[in-house]
């Protein structure tokens, strides 16, 4: 399973209707329900440790693909959001926890991953003793 802590919910939410703005309806009745958040995680080989995360918005689920809804806290001001995981990633991400945090150097997302064995100073290339 893989879970998004509220940080991570509310960046997400940010990007996502950046990238897919939602149109306006005249009254409340005309105004669609808002939609779900979609969040692509895959890991690919890459990086100083070999493998890398690589996070995209998408607008659309494959069938192969697994799904994790993560609800908001604040229904009223956020999205929930689905995070989307191909059947090749899924044994990297196993209980994997995406939050977001600011610092001096800027925003980013950090992987907190059980399965890791090591990971390289930027968090988003690692190694795993998995396959």
């Known amino acids: 399973m893989v879970q998004l802590k509220f940080a991570a919910i509310a ?3 940010r990007l996502y209707r950046k990238r ?4 306006l309806g005249e009254t409340s009745a005309q105004v669609p329900p ?4 979609l969040l692509r995680l895959r890991v690919a080989m890459g990086g100083c440790m070999g493998f ?7 607008n659309s689920i494959q069938p ?4 994790f809804h993560q609800p908001s806290q604040e229904p009223h001001r956020y999205w929930d959001v689905e995070v989307v995981v191909d059947q090749k990633s899924l044994p990297y991400v196993k209980d994997l926890v ?4 600011e610092d001096l150097m800027g925003g980013g997302f950090r992987f907190l991953n059980p399965t890791v ?6 968090g988003h290339s690692f190694k795993t003793p998995l396959l």
């Not at 897919?20 to 149109?23: G, I, R, V």
């Not at 995360?53 to 998408?58: M, P, S």
């Open 64 to 67: 192969e693909d697994r799904v």
């Open 20 to 23: 897919f703005p939602q149109p």
């Open 52 to 58: 890398m995360y690589h996070l995209t918005l998408e």
């Open 11 to 13: 960046e997400v939410n």
């Open 98 to 101: 995406l939050d977001y945090s």
């Open 34 to 37: 808002p939609p779900v958040a």
């Open 117 to 122: 064995h090591q990971s390289c100073g930027c």
